[in-house]
């Protein structure tokens, strides 16, 4: 029986969460060592990450998680048409040339665009709201991810043919209830795979990349703001600044939130929960799962 067409299990013109897992085909290795060869893959989780930082910072979607296992990777995403709506032409060209560049760079990032070039990009109405759509759409973004990796693995293997099973699977996330469960569950995948002890060691995982950040904070008690030299206010950014808020603060500013460093859609939050508390869950459900609870 053929799956549905994602249009009818909902609304692109209405935010919505989705949880998407693409898995290698013949399940075969992604990442990680192939118990088989022998061959190490790891530096592809890499790839993984890199890309999904890219089109996260271009697309109108959040990304609320994501797990890069060895043949298979969980992404949770929350479209944001309400977003999008709020940039300029302009903005819509400059982030479908990024996607879909003209010319590129020596190292293959893209070319700075011409004006021309966003012109044309603009030509017309329906040709932006053609756009507008297409950068709200998890189908769109989860096609730029397979298809990148796809083609740099193939390269690196010097074969062609189908590298994923097909269309990525994907579940809508309903209330926040589901949502958590979800969250937990994708950050606690390497954990109850046995790859990891704890999710602070869980590599190339939104919840490792979360840790990492909070740990890299300095301490509210040892330096001031107005303290603060000019050194560390030239610190690179924070691991997780592409990755949506864990909390969502109901007292915060109500509305879509565009992102203000350019790393993401938004800076709206998704569960009403501290992160600590959501850390005190994951690692107390980490644990139940190393010692066979729950399997």
Not at 36 to 58: D, K, P, T
Not at 168 to 189: G, T
Not at 249 to 263: A, C
């Amino acid at each position: 029986m053929a799956r549905q067409n994602r249009a009818e299990v909902f609304d692109p013109e209405e935010v919505t969460v989705m949880h998407c897992v693409n898995r290698a085909v013949r399940r075969a290795m992604l990442c990680g060592r192939d118990p088989i060869s022998g061959q190490s893959f790891e530096h592809r989780r890499e790839w993984v990450r890199r890309r999904l930082v890219f089109l996260a910072a271009n697309y109108g979607i959040d990304v609320l998680g994501y797990a890069v296992m060895g043949n298979h990777l969980h992404v949770i995403l929350r479209n944001r048409p309400d977003v999008v709506r709020q940039w300029s032409d302009e903005d819509v060209a400059r982030r479908i040339w990024n996607l879909f560049p003209k010319r590129r760079e020596d190292d293959g990032s893209p070319a700075e665009p011409r004006q021309h070039e966003l012109d044309m990009l603009t030509a017309s109405r329906e040709l932006v709201a053609r756009y507008r759509r297409r950068l709200s759409d998890v189908s769109w973004l989860m096609r730029q991810l397979a298809e990148h990796i796809a083609r740099r693995a193939n390269r690196e293997d010097e074969c062609t043919g189908r590298f994923w099973e097909g269309r990525f699977k994907s579940q809508p996330l309903l209330d926040e209830a589901a949502l958590l469960a979800c969250s937990a569950y994708v950050d606690l995948n390497p954990v109850r795979a046995g790859i990891a002890e704890t999710p602070e060691q869980s590599d190339f995982t939104s919840i490792q990349d979360r840790i990492v950040s909070q740990q890299s904070r300095p301490g509210r008690g040892t330096k001031s703001k107005r303290r603060r030299s000019k050194q560390d206010r030239s610190k690179p950014a924070r691991r997780d600044n592409w990755l949506a808020p864990v909390y969502a603060n109901p007292r915060g500013e109500p509305g879509p939130r565009p992102s203000r460093s350019g790393r993401r859609a938004s800076d709206l939050g998704y569960l009403s929960i501290p992160f600590q508390a959501y850390l005190k869950l994951v690692d107390w459900t980490g644990r139940c799962a190393r010692a066979g609870l729950g399997r």
